[in-house]
């Protein structure tokens, strides 16, 4: 399905701030593969994803997805199979336009667009059934700018827009993390529901060490660049947090003591 | 009095044309596009020498609209495939167009005293009282390409456009090619700049080198005055409110000169109002932050 061969990233080459993001980098997912993927901040997480979508090109390797060689591609012609959804819900919806305009640009993802006038009945009454399994309310207000909902309506509506066309791969970057816990709980189940439905193959970075095993079918551990651990299965089930932890601090050679990961295990 | 009035309107609705680009460009693709100044002059120049070597007025005007189109796909271009800034990319089109110009005309100004526009055939045509012809014309024009404006923003593509002023990244995501947007938009934009250009010279009846100076910040002025009077909650109600604000914008300067300011001092009253518009937000808050402060209440409680 998605297949990354030796794929690098080197950020402000050839200068002192030069870093090696990505050091050779090969994972591959099968058809339906849930996979939470998490490490320490500068671990290469979102350059992994951004590579993957096309942000920007890898400095080395290959990306297949589904047998087709995608390294060369912009991110606007992969935009056709790869859903996004960022951290910051600001980042995937159009705030001045409207909750159904927003919708229909996603329903047309990777399409040729043309002259056609966007917006017709019948989608309209389609996406109010659509926002209705979100169960935020938001069916009533498609004719509203997407700037008057709050952050969570608007991360609800991105994964709503991310997946819409069942992309075949669904990438989401810490979409969680900017949510008040209550609302994060509520997306995170939008989420696991929506993946469950349409079997999305998915990858989801995290933060939170215990959701990371809990959440989705397989996890993928970053350091410095590098995927240091990838269990799945039964190798999986019987992993707990803590051994998650001493497992990346072995792996890693450093310990997790001072960091992030730590916390958000709590 | 009267005479005045529809002065002020035949200029409002001309100019009308041209704040419909600046309003593409500067409000819905937020590029801050300073081609304006030069394809407006652009647009009087193409149209002024081709009536005045006894061309067709309306194929005159129509082939002003094609460069206009032209000149808004340069700066396109050099922002999007050579990557210039949008605003050194507009003034670097604008002043190539300054000696373009001069090279379209032969020399700094055309008179078209006493000949064929398209003012005059389509008053003529229609037997209109000549006084009111340029009116006419002017709603005419201008609700045609404010409708054509809004079905097209409405539409598959005028989505995708506006969603790269709003949000670039995340139309991106949804695959389409944002460079391509701007490129048509900033066409589309100076296509309506230029006939504007090409009304306005055919109307009072000269083309000169200098017709654009200034032409993007009268512009500004009218799409600020319009949306602060009338409104934007709706896409309708804001082009709308673009027109009016163009029309609104000549009346103010009609006005200002009758009580007695030199034609000179335009440029800087335009100026002036615009720095105001963008301006009242900070002093606004300014303001609240000081009476905030003699209550003896923190801005942050």
Known sequence: MLKLIGVSKIFAGNTINEKLALNDVSLSLAEGDFVTLVGSNGAGKSTLLNVIAGVFPPDGGRIFLDERDITDLPEYQRAGAIGRVFQNPLQGTAANMTVEENLVMAWKRG???????????????????????????????????????????????????????????LLLDEHTASLDPRTAEVVLNLTCQIVNEQKLTTIMVTHNLEQALTVGTRTVMMHEGKVVLDIQGAERKRMSVLDLMNLFEKNSGTSLKSDRVLLAAK | MLDALTGTLEQGLLFALMVLGVY?????????????????????????????????????????????????????????????????????????????????MGRANISLLRADTVITRFTSALHLDPAYGTVVLGLIVVGLVGVA?????????????????????????????????????????????????????????????????????????????????????????????????????????????????????????????????????????????????????????
């Open chain 1, 111 to 169: 399409q040729r667009r043309g002259l056609r006038k966007a917006i017709h009945f019948k989608e309209r009454a389609w996406f109010q059934e659509e926002l209705k399994k979100l169960g935020l309310g938001l069916e009533d207000r498609l004719t509203a700018k997407v700037g008057l909902l709050s952050g969570g309506q608007r991360q609800a509506l991105t994964l709503l827009m991310a997946t819409l066309t069942r992309p075949q791969l």
């Open chain 2, 24 to 104: 593409l460009t500067f409000r819905i693709l937020d590029f801050a596009d300073l081609t304006v100044d030069g394809s407006f002059t652009l647009g009087g120049a193409i149209a002024a020498s081709i009536i005045f070597a006894g061309g067709n007025p309306w194929l005159a005007t129509v082939v002003a609209l094609c460069g206009g189109l032209l000149a808004g796909a340069v700066t396109g271009i050099l922002n999007t495939t050579f990557r210039i800034t949008p605003l050194l990319s507009g003034i670097l089109t604008m002043t190539g167009l300054y000696s373009i110009n001069l090279r379209v």
């Open chain 2, 149 to 301: 404006l809004y079905l097209f923003l409405k539409t598959e593509i005028g989505l995708a456009l506006q969603a790269t002023g709003d949000n670039e990244q995340m139309i991106r995501a949804l695959g389409v090619n944002t460079d391509r947007m701007k490129l048509l938009g900033l066409a589309l934009s100076n296509g309506m700049v230029s006939l504007s250009g090409a009304l306005v010279a055919q109307n009072q009846q000269f083309a000169d080198a200098g017709m654009g100076i200034g032409m993007i910040i009268a512009g500004l002025a009218s799409v600020i005055i319009g949306e602060a009077l009338i409104g934007t909650t709706t896409l309708r109600r804001t082009i709308i409110a673009v027109v009016c604000g163009s029309v609104i914008y000549r009346g103010v300067l009609a006005l200002v000169l009758r009580l007695g300011l030199a034609p000179t001092d335009f440029k800087l009253l335009t100026a002036l109002i615009v720095i105001v518009a963008l301006a009242s937000p900070q002093v606004k808050a300014w303001w609240q932050k000081g009476k905030q402060r003699q209550k003896g209440v923190s801005p942050d409680a």
